[in-house]
């Protein structure tokens, strides 16, 4: 870092042609002035000045015309000398130059601005916050991938094939893409585009550069200029404006002071300006073509500087020569701990009683559970990062609807987010209003997630888009319009919104899944009339078995004003699946015919439940009993059938096996109420050998009797607990007694998802749960 006290006063003098006063000569000043007597409108008129402003700069310590300095300081009697700062050793004449010392000048321009670039990014005002916030009290450093996702090749048949849980992993699936630190990727690269999604932190790196810059942290030879594009193309489109980046970084000088326009000139010749470009995608359309000409021919002119430009990654196409591009990556693990730690030590209390735990870490704890696997794929933005926060900074929990959430984050990137923000977008939706926006794009979603496709070439995506424009009531553009529309609004909706995404060359996706999900459910529950809206649902109750549309689900549940036509809809989905089979209607009977024998009942469907997961998945069902507070006898069916299980294994060379049976028919003993069913465990338990027998006669004893044993043991449970019959379920079986449970359970978690249910519809699909379909026809009878 450079010394100011070395810097020569020459090149003050020679650059600005002004003085300003150090501290203590503004003390002597202000003394002097006292002693006159005077106003400041007084003084202004002893030197001839109109108004009183130089006097005012003066007394602040700000930068003065060097004639005006001297008179003033004559005026009260003072030697300029004594009060300027750093005070030359002589005065240039016009014309006479000097050697410049560039380090000494980068010093002082920036000494200078350090105000201006401090109000200009220093501070961020996040959303919905009602009060700006220091960088540096919520900035978390960047990763960068240094290949384009969208630039790479791939078959979509190979995308297709990602599960639902890797769909937002970027790099696609297998794909990895090393990463590096932001800071890397500008040190490495002279000039440097920044891509990414809307709300990656694009912006906020930029300010953080120019902070870091400004502090001498990054580039320490260089002097910061934050430029907004948007504003630069605004500013340069008046007609008394010169379209030029040198003259506007002139004029953002003059805000801090400096009016010669030789200062910033020389930077720039010297390479010594960290020009920081924002928002290429923000310029509108009409003015895109003079601002990207521009940087083009300043970068060319002026290539010794460094360039650091951002812009939307569906605005790539608009090239820089000479520039290269990168990505920003997603958030890791780590950068999300650690923005969440940084987000709740700035708005939260600054002391945490005791006891309390740290919001952050009860933020992670939360977001970490399974059941939040959603909320993870969506936060890995620092956009919506901050806004799950937000929301759980208010309720310390993530919303129990989901689609609350969603809509949010589709109002953001709709329009909320550009509003803001102050950025004015091209219209290219021909008047589209937000609700007809949110139509078509939930069409789009709808149609591509009803086909199974989470990937989606642009020539397909084009062509749900011109069909949608096609079926619209004021459509009047010839055939090859439709075309060219529906590329220009596929187009729109990936640079303006970010909701689709180019995952690679000519193949498109929804940015997030869950927006497509949610988009999908929201086309069902928009439905325009009763009979359209039974319709949908009808549609979506026929994938009760896929599990790709789970979501949609639990989401269409909790979007509609009334759930109860659907959980019906689903319920006689699901008995569906299991009516034409009598052998399986003949175990749903079993199950429920052996519920009915608890004494102390439960819910019924809750012994039910137990009951088919106990034939059907043992390990399960014990799991089940351990979790749940169930009847003594559902327990000692568990330990019975765990008994089975045992017994069935070759336990021949294990003879510390036989202490254990005995030991279990002891604890099974202790759960026994009925006599002749306690008898007969006794009965068992006496004819195993005591293991304090030898070896040989262990084995002789399992060679003769452990087979008949089992047998006895087997019978036994059946004759007195009426389980563990030999149900002998096909392949085929299997898969329907897997979907029915998996189906079954969606129905709990929708009627469990906070929708809106009447009571009398939800006790009674509570009570029907897992029901044969002759109990079921019993009941409708009733």
């Not at 020389?266 to 009409?286: A, C, F, I, N, Q």
Request: charged share 25%; aromatic share 10%; glycine share 4%.
């Amino acid at each position: 870092m450079y010394s100011e006290s070395k810097y020569e006063s020459y090149i003050f003098i020679m650059v600005k042609r002004s003085l300003q006063a150090s501290s203590s000569g503004i003390q002597k000043a202000k003394r002097a002035f006292a002693l006159k007597g005077w106003t400041q409108e007084n003084l202004a008129a002893e030197v001839n000045l109109k108004t009183r402003q130089p006097i005012w700069r003066f007394f602040s310590g700000r930068p003065v015309d060097r004639c005006t300095f001297t008179e003033i300081c004559g005026i009260l009697d003072l030697e300029w000398r004594e009060i300027a700062d750093n005070p030359p050793a002589k005065f240039l004449e016009p014309g006479e130059t000097a050697p410049i010392n560039i380090d000494n000048l980068v010093i002082q321009v920036r000494s200078q601005r350090k105000e201006t670039i401090q109000n200009q990014c220093g501070i961020l005002q996040l959303l919905d916050i009602n009060h700006p916030v220091s960088i540096d009290e919520i900035y978390v450093d960047v990763n960068i991938l240094e290949e384009i996702a969208s630039q790479q090749w791939f078959e979509i048949s190979d995308l297709q094939k990602l599960e639902p849980t890797e769909f937002n992993r970027f790099g696609l699936g297998e794909v990895e893409q090393k990463q590096i630190s932001g800071m890397e990727a500008v040190q490495t690269y002279s000039k440097v585009r920044l891509l990414g999604k809307s709300g990656v932190g694009k912006t906020t790196f930029l300010k953080h550069l120019a902070i870091q810059c400004d502090r001498g942290e990054f580039a320490p030879h260089q002097v910061p200029i934050f430029i907004t594009l948007k504003d630069f193309a605004e500013e340069s489109s008046r007609e008394d404006a010169k379209f030029s980046l040198l003259n506007y970084i002139h004029q953002e000088f003059i805000i801090s002071g400096i009016s010669s326009p030789s200062v910033p000139e020389t930077l720039v010749k010297e390479g010594r300006v960290l020009l920081l470009l924002d928002g290429m995608d923000e310029v509108l359309k009409k003015n895109m073509t003079q601002v990207t000409r521009e940087i083009r021919r300043f970068s060319k002119k002026y290539h010794k500087n460094q360039f650091v430009a951002t812009c939307r990654t569906a605005a790539q196409k608009l090239q820089l020569q000479g520039f290269t591009d990168v990505e920003i990556a997603p958030f890791t693990q780590a950068q999300i701990i650690i923005f969440a730690q940084k987000w709740f030590a700035a708005f939260t209390p600054k002391t945490l009683t005791s006891g309390q735990e740290d919001p952050s870490a009860q933020f992670m704890e939360k977001l970490n559970l399974p059941e939040n696997w959603q909320f993870r794929q969506l936060v890995t933005t620092p956009l919506f990062l901050h806004l799950a926060c937000w929301v759980f900074h208010g309720q310390e929990k993530f919303p129990a609807k989901r689609s609350d959430f969603y809509k949010q984050g589709l109002d953001l990137l709709l329009s909320k987010w550009d509003e803001t923000r102050g950025v004015e977008r091209d219209e290219v939706y021909r008047g589209f209003l937000l609700p007809q926006k949110l139509k078509l794009l939930s069409q789009l979603a709808a149609v591509t997630f009803e086909q199974g496709q989470y990937f989606f070439e642009q020539r397909v995506i084009e062509q749900y888009i011109e069909d949608y424009l096609r079926n619209l009531p004021s459509a009047t553009l010839e055939p090859e319009e439709f075309q060219l529309e529906s590329e220009a609004i596929l187009k729109s909706i990936e640079a303006q919104h970010g909701l689709l995404t180019e995952r690679a060359r000519g193949i498109f996706s929804f940015s997030y899944l869950v927006f497509q999900e949610y988009l999908t459910a929201r086309k069902i529950v928009a439905s325009y009339n009763l009979r359209a809206l039974e319709q949908a649902l009808g549609g979506l109750v026929s994938h009760i078995s896929d599990p790709h549309w789970r979501e949609v689900f639990l989401l269409t549940a909790a979007m509609l004003r009334s759930a109860d036509s659907m959980v019906q809809l689903m319920k006689q989905e699901i008995d569906a699946l299991v009516a034409q089979d009598p052998y399986l209607q003949e175990f749903l009977m079993w199950a429920s015919e052996k519920s009915q024998t608890i004494p102390t009942q439960p819910k019924f469907a809750t012994s039910r439940a137990f009951y088919l997961a106990l034939a059907n998945s043992p390990h399960t069902a014990a799991n089940f009993a351990l979790a749940t507070t169930l009847d003594q006898g559902m327990f000692l069916d568990a330990a019975l059938d765990n008994l089975l299980l045992e017994v069935a294994i070759d336990h021949s060379q294990d003879f510390a096996y036989v202490n254990a049976c005995s030991e279990a028919l002891n604890n099974i003993l202790t759960m026994v109420l009925d006599a002749g069913f306690y008898k007969s465990v006794q009965q068992l338990k006496e004819q195993l050998p005591p293991s304090s027998q030898n070896q040989e006669m262990l084995e002789k004893w399992w060679e003769r009797h452990y087979s008949a044993w089992v047998e006895q043991l087997r019978k036994m449970i059946i004759k007195y607990r009426n389980i563990n019959h030999p149900w002998q379920f096909s392949p085929e079986q299997q898969q329907v007694l897997q979907r029915y449970y998996d189906a079954n359970q969606l129905l709990i978690d929708c009627l469990n998802s906070n929708c809106e249910i009447t009571t009398v519809i939800r006790q009674e699909i509570e009570a029907t749960l897992l029901l044969p379909q002759k109990e079921l026809e019993d009941r409708e009878w009733q």
